[in-house]
């Protein structure tokens, strides 16, 4: 036979296995599962996928029932059990690797990692089962069923890229010792604040990292009305420093809309802003990132009045 027609056999075979193992329940070793999954995993669309998890999810649920009072890492020594999650976890590498490299752009530490280098960590965590295989082992599918999977994925990622308290207290010995280069001489700038039309140095409320943060979840908004009205919306903060007004936000759509019906628009695209950052990075409460809290104080207000310290380079008054 051909070289050409053993690479077909091997491809279907592949797919065969991968359709046996996850919808028919069908007994493979766990090498030529893997094997399979990694051959299919990159041609499921979104639909295949939540078929897939939704499958594999329910079958793992089934197979945790005789390990109720076991420790996970007791658990992963049952060969089948070890297979399901495996197979979760590789299926879903691409979404994993997305929520990587998200938590590297929300991350300041993390700046200069390619989500390759940080696979390892998000997969086991720190300790011997964490991280995305603790995730998928803790998961209940009975409860959540498998519409939250992947954003408890997500959160689970965050948490294992989280730093542990020793390399918190490095990072704010190292911080403490920094100073931006236009602030070299920290008690000069401060005692020497005159423009009262800037913002202190300490009250900065949104700076370049949250700035980043705020962008990555445009995408995700529900709507392309929202989309749209959200990077509007940030380019308008970095240019003046200020939130929008209701009025502003209601000509730049298109159509126009009426005032009213922009203050509803402005409101539910800083919601659902607020609602993805939230999901998708729930460390921001526990690290502090610079600005969080003026941004979710300034965002609740959406008065004509309310002042967001630029990040540089704009206008700070108006």
Known sequence: MSKGGST?????ADTDVFHGFVFDGQDYPPERVE????????????DELRRVNDALLSRLAEAKKAYRMIPK??????????????SLALVNQAWITTAIARNIR????????????LYSTALTGAGAVGGVMSAILQYDYKTAGVDAFTHYLARAISNSLLPTPKEKRTYRRVESRMHPIDLRDQDVVESGWVDRKAARPEAVAINHELIELVRSVIPDLPTAQQRDTAAWMIERILDTGELPMQREVARMQRPRVSVERGRQI???????????IEDHYPQLAEQGINGWEEFKEAFTRTGPAVQIAPTGGGRSGR
Do not use: C, Y
């Open 266 to 276: 402005m409101a539910a695209t800083i919601n659902n802003i607020r609602r993805q």
């Open 8 to 12: 077909a056999e091997a491809a279907i």
């Open 73 to 86: 890492k007791e658990m992963l020594d049952d060969p089948g059990i070890s297979t399901l999650v495996n």
């Open 35 to 46: 094997q399979a999954v990694r051959a299919v995993q990159r041609q499921l669309g979104s």
């Open 106 to 117: 929300a991350q300041k530490r993390l700046h200069g990692f390619f989500p390759e280098e």
